[in-house]
C-alpha cells in the first residue's frame, strides 16, 4: 500500500476538481496523473452568466460534466466520481434578479429553478451517472434577509432529500468559523441527515473534531494548510480529503490550485510524518463510503 521512504505509493484522490471544454480540459487532467494522480471528483460547473432556466437546461448542461468525465476515463484511465448540483453563487445571483425585479412571483419562480435543478441531478445519481449531489449551499457574500432565508430554506430541503434518497452533498458554504461547522451540523441533524454525509468543500485545514462537529472537511491543500492539518490530523474523528477546486478557468491559470497540488501536498504529508492511515481513509475509505465505487 505504502512505502514512506518512497513516498506514497497508494491512490490519489482531489475531491474537488473542476474541468471545462474552453479550458485546459483533459490536459489539466493529465497533469493531475503525471504528478501521481489516480482519481478525481469532477464538480459540476454551471455557465455563471447564464445558468440554466428549464429542466432541459438542466439535464442537458449535467450532462455535459458526465460526458466530460467519460472523456476522462476513456482518454486517460483516470477514476471519475460526479457530482451535480445547482452551485450557490449562480442561485442567489438568479435569487437576486428575479426576487428583485417580480417580488413574491420571482421569489417562486427562484424557488422552482432550484428545485428543479436538484430533481435532474438526483435523476442521475439514481441512474448511476452521478455519485453525489453538489456544490450546493448557501451565498458566500454578504445578501439580503431574504435571499439568505431562501438559501437557507432550499439547503434544508436538499438535506431532507439526501437522508431520504441516501446521497452525499458537498457543501459550498461561508467562512473559516467553527460557527458554519455547528449551523451545517444543526441542519442536517434536524433534516435526519447523519453528519459525516456533508462535505465541506474549501475547508479550513483545522481538521479538529470539536471544529468540524462531524462533518467531512475537504480540505484546500494550500501550502499553508501543512501545518495546521498536520498539527490537527490526530484529533478528526472519521477523517479528512484533500482538494485543489481547481477551476480550469484560462484567465485565471491554476485557480484555485493548480491540478498538481493534492499529489504533491500527499507526498510533504508523509514526508512531514503524518500517520499513512490518515492518507488512506482520504483517498481510499472516506470517498468509497462517501460516493462509492467509481
Not at 62 to 91: C, M, N, W
Not at 112 to 133: C, D, L, M, P
Not at 216 to 233: D, Y
Request: charged share 25%.
Amino acid at each position: 500500500m505504502t512505502n514512506t521512504a518512497a513516498g506514497w505509493q497508494g491512490p490519489i484522490l482531489d475531491n474537488h476538481f473542476h474541468l471545462n471544454r474552453n479550458g485546459r480540459f483533459l490536459d489539466a487532467a493529465k497533469d493531475f496523473q503525471n504528478a501521481g494522480g489516480t482519481s478525481i471528483v469532477l464538480i459540476h460547473c454551471p455557465n455563471f452568466a447564464a445558468p440554466p432556466t428549464s429542466k432541459l437546461g438542466h439535464r442537458e448542461s449535467y450532462q455535459d460534466t458526465i460526458t466530460i468525465a467519460e472523456s476522462v476515463r476513456k482518454e486517460l484511465g483516470l477514476g471519475v466520481r460526479v457530482v451535480l448540483g445547482p452551485h450557490p453563487a449562480a442561485f442567489a445571483h438568479q435569487f437576486t434578479q428575479w426576487v428583485d425585479s417580480d417580488g413574491h412571483a420571482g421569489k417562486e419562480r427562484a424557488m422552482e429553478n432550484y428545485r428543479t435543478s436538484i430533481e435532474e441531478a438526483v435523476k442521475f445519481y439514481h441512474e448511476g451517472q452521478a455519485h453525489a449531489i453538489g456544490e450546493v449551499g448557501r451565498p458566500h457574500w454578504k445578501v439580503s434577509d431574504d435571499i439568505w432565508e431562501l438559501s437557507n430554506d432550499l439547503l434544508a430541503e436538499t438535506m431532507r432529500l439526501a437522508a431520504t434518497d441516501g446521497f452525499a452533498l458537498q457543501l459550498h458554504v461561508e467562512g473559516e468559523l467553527e460557527s458554519t461547522y455547528r449551523d451545517m451540523a444543526a441542519m442536517a441533524l434536524k433534516a435526519g441527515l447523519s453528519v459525516d454525509r456533508l462535505v465541506r468543500h474549501y475547508s479550513p485545514p483545522n481538521v479538529d473534531s470539536k471544529i468540524t462537529h462531524g462533518l467531512t472537511p475537504s480540505v484546500l491543500v494550500g501550502k499553508n494548510a501543512l501545518n495546521t492539518l498536520l498539527e490537527t490530523a490526530e484529533n478528526s474523528s472519521h477523517g479528512f480529503l484533500l482538494e485543489t477546486d481547481y477551476m480550469d478557468d484560462l484567465r485565471r491559470p491554476g485557480a484555485v490550485l493548480g491540478p498538481k497540488t493534492v499529489p504533491k501536498r500527499t507526498q510533504q504529508l508523509v514526508a512531514a510524518g503524518i500517520d499513512e492511515e490518515f492518507l488512506w481513509r482520504a483517498h481510499v475509505d472516506l470517498p468509497d463510503k462517501l460516493y462509492g465505487q467509481e
